[in-house]
């Protein structure tokens, strides 16, 4: 069917072309890519660090049964050495004899502190409802501070700071109102007595939210880094994708054209082969499918060279000469050599272009005059309007052939251009005329001018 192969596109996992010939070339985004997939490891387990900065040894921090390490054991024994100092010398009104009992209920305030480092609000809780329990049934006046130092810390340190202080001021404040109605005291002896408590359990409150805060920026700041290692490397696969996309579409245009021009001379020479008159036409179709052939070599070997070069934007010397408009009327020669007649016409003041510009309107005009070789049938003519217009470069191609008016699927010749346009800021359209024939008109914008009007 006429113009099968015309209008479809790169549809399939399409990604937009962004600044196609300013970027890194392909072997470097992958080579980067891989290197930074190499070394980002993102859910590697981190080790909690002591407030002191130093890591701990191993045998101190594995986990035995229910969570207990050597370290929590070392800290519970210091809080149970702090706790008998206080039950030795916690005597007063209503205070139980100093006794082997008294020891081992006051060492047992300290035990749930083993589990701290699974459950340190649990253990906190604990804590409190065992020094709760102490005051009522086996009081030795002992301060609060060494059971709820560790505590405090570790609720602070896992997010329960509201708890841990309320807790702390709860048991401050009943233990000033029990002591001065007991006793009498005024509010100095009061002070001079409670304040060596406050200030610890403050201590431990201030050092969980130092430790705290320090973690959680220290997490912030890794979360940031690895964001940004995840953005670098997607940024380095779409690079990759666009350059594979732009060398797909090169060696389209250069194979497409090349390859659909080879075809129409070997035709035409075989027709002189088989017939009775002498081939007078011969050697001209076999020249030209000899020089088309080497300006396709010559292409594709610019394309593939790219993938060795390092630096971006790097081009061979003449490349912009041998890919642009320059080349329109080789193009020209070419496609009626091929039995499709072409005019070309320039109107206007002729401006210049840039170099991605003047590529696209090379490629663009390529694949129209392609296509009027292969879809357009025997006998077709076509005529090329370069028009420099204020706000750009119109380009048109009309052909004469004759046109079934449905556009099929299956290429990729009306979206690569689409595609093309659009990459320099430009745009295209494509369809059949209404009295027969096929039309391509784009606007491409020159520089300093930016790209208007209707997309004609």
């Known amino acids: 069917m006429r113009r099968e192969g015309r209008h479809a596109g790169l549809r399939h996992g399409q990604i937009p072309s962004i600044s196609l010939w300013a970027r890194v070339p392909l072997r470097a985004g992958i080579e980067y890519r891989d290197a930074v997939r190499s070394v980002t490891r993102a859910d590697r387990p981190q080790r909690r660090l002591p407030p002191w900065g130093r890591p701990l040894p191993s045998w101190a921090v594995t986990e035995g049964p229910f969570g207990v390490r050597l370290f929590d054991a070392g800290i519970v ?57 102490y005051y009522i049934f086996a009081r030795r006046n002992i301060s609060p501070a060494p059971v ?53 359990l403050a201590l431990g409150l201030t050092l969980g939210k130092l430790v705290r805060s320090r973690e959680v920026l220290a997490a912030e700041t890794a979360m940031r880094l690895r964001l940004a290692e995840e953005e670098r490397a997607a940024e380095a696969g779409r690079v990759v994708a666009e350059e594979r996309l732009r060398i797909a579409r090169e060696l389209h245009d250069t194979v497409a054209h090349s390859m659909a021009t080879i075809a129409v001379q070997a035709g035409s020479a075989l027709h002189l082969l088989d017939g009775d008159a002498p081939p007078r036409g011969l050697r001209a179709a076999l020249t030209a499918i000899r020089e088309t052939s080497k300006g396709a070599l010559t292409e594709m070997r610019s394309v593939l060279g790219q993938l060795r070069r390092s630096e971006p934007g790097d081009r061979p010397p ?18 009626t ?97 209404p009295d027969g024939g096929f039309q391509v008109r784009a606007l491409l914008p020159v520089p300093g001018v930016p790209a208007g009007g209707d997309g004609s």
């Open 77 to 133: 024994a210091l809080v149970i050495a702090a706790i008998e100092i206080n039950v030795i010398t916690g005597s007063g009104p209503g205070a139980v004899p100093l006794n082997l009992r008294a020891y081992l209920l006051g060492a047992l305030l300290a035990v749930p502190i083993l589990f701290r480092h699974r459950w340190p609000f649990q253990v906190m809780l604990a804590c409190a409802a065992l020094i709760f329990f």
């Open 148 to 200: 709820f130092f560790v505590p405090l810390y570790d609720a602070t340190l896992a997010g329960y700071l509201i708890w841990a202080v309320s807790i702390a001021a709860g048991f401050m404040l009943t233990g000033l109102v029990v002591v001065a109605v007991s006793t009498g005291q005024g509010v100095a002896s009061l002070v001079q007595e409670f304040l060596s408590q406050i200030v610890i």
């Open 318 to 335: 003449g490349d912009a000469a041998r890919t642009g408009l320059a080349r329109l009327e080789a193009l020209r020669a070419a496609v």
């Open 337 to 433: 050599a091929a039995g499709a007649p072409v005019t070309v016409a320039v109107e206007g003041d002729q401006r210049p272009l840039s170099a991605e510009a003047d590529h696209s309107a090379y490629r663009i005009l390529q694949e129209s005059l392609t296509n009027v070789l292969r879809h357009a049938g025997p006998g077709a003519a076509a005529h090329v309007c370069l028009r420099y217009q204020p706000d750009g470069l119109a380009i048109t191609v009309t052909d004469d052939g004759a046109s079934t008016g449905v556009l099929a699927a299956g290429g990729h010749g009306i979206d690569g251009m689409r595609e093309r346009a659009a990459s320099v800021g430009g745009q295209l359209t494509a369809g059949p005329l």
